[in-house]
T-cell receptor
Framework: GENVEQHPSTLSVQEGDSAVIKCTYS??????FPWYKQELGKRPQLIID?????GEKKDQRIAVTLNKTAKHFSLHITETQPEDSAVYFC?????????????FGTGTKLQVIP | DTGVSQDPRHKITKRGQNVTFRCDPI?????LYWYRQTLGQGPEFLTY????????KSRLLSDRFSAERPKGSFSTLEIQRTEQGDSAMYLC???????????FGQGTRLTVV
């Protein structure tokens, strides 16, 4: 089955700096890569996603890149703000027995220091 | 609230007792997932329904766990003879057909004492 690895597990940045979180996946059939933000005690919420036919996607201060050949994808947050502090999960989704199965990474705890 | 809802939000139970959780997905979503999340970890897949059919169960789902989605709408997850290792956040998510994003409920936090 799919295996998703995520690095780093914790990340501290100064407010205004950029943050980068990297993930690798194992199943070349995976075709959809969402990123979720989870604040303490709250549900994971989708912040950006990318499909396998696209190499990069941007939404304001957040961007995601995908390298299908190397099977890795990354989340980039620019001009970080204290409210960006949360746990971020990458995920890979691909066909498995006729449906889309989502496998999550282990998470990155981002701390933005004011 | 038209999102995914889960009930109860918190459950404390004694070891050996049975517990049941409920998930109401977004109404037009035909896909429903159960995940378990322990502290510091990402959500781990437990099981998946497409409409009322349970299409996959993870090896994590022992015989003590059973899930149903009888009418293709809400789903229940039952844990029999709970153990301390079952303590976790149980998350439900739903999505529509195709490779669309999954929307999560707020979860049920289970504590087995």
């Amino acid at each position: 089955g799919e295996n998703v690895e995520q690095h780093p597990s914790t990340l501290s940045v100064q407010e205004g700096d950029s943050a980068v979180i990297k993930c690798t996946y194992s199943d070349s059939a995976s075709n959809y890569f969402p990123w979720y933000k989870q604040e303490l005690g709250k549900r994971p919420q989708l912040i950006i996603d990318i499909r396998s036919n696209v190499g990069e996607k941007k939404d304001q201060r957040i961007a995601v890149t995908l390298n299908k050949t190397a099977k890795h994808f990354s989340l980039h947050i620019t001009e970080t703000q204290p409210e960006d502090s949360a746990v971020y999960f990458c995920a890979a989704s691909g066909p498995a027995g006729g449906y889309q199965k989502v496998t999550f990474g282990t998470g990155t705890k981002l701390q933005v220091i004011p | 609230d038209t999102g995914v809802s889960q009930d109860p939000r918190h459950k404390i139970t004694k070891r050996g007792q049975n517990v049941t959780f409920r998930c109401d997905p977004i109404s037009e979503h035909n896909r429903l997932y159960w995940y378990r999340q322990t502290l510091g970890q990402g959500p781990e897949f437990l099981t998946y329904f497409q409409n009322e059919a349970q299409l996959e169960k993870s090896r994590l789902l022992s015989d003590r766990f059973s899930a149903e989605r009888p009418k293709g709408s809400f789903s229940t997850l039952e844990i029999q003879r709970t153990e301390q290792g079952d303590s976790a956040m149980y998350l439900c998510a739903s999505s529509s057909q195709g490779a669309g994003e999954a929307f999560f409920g707020q979860g049920t936090r289970l504590t087995v004492v």
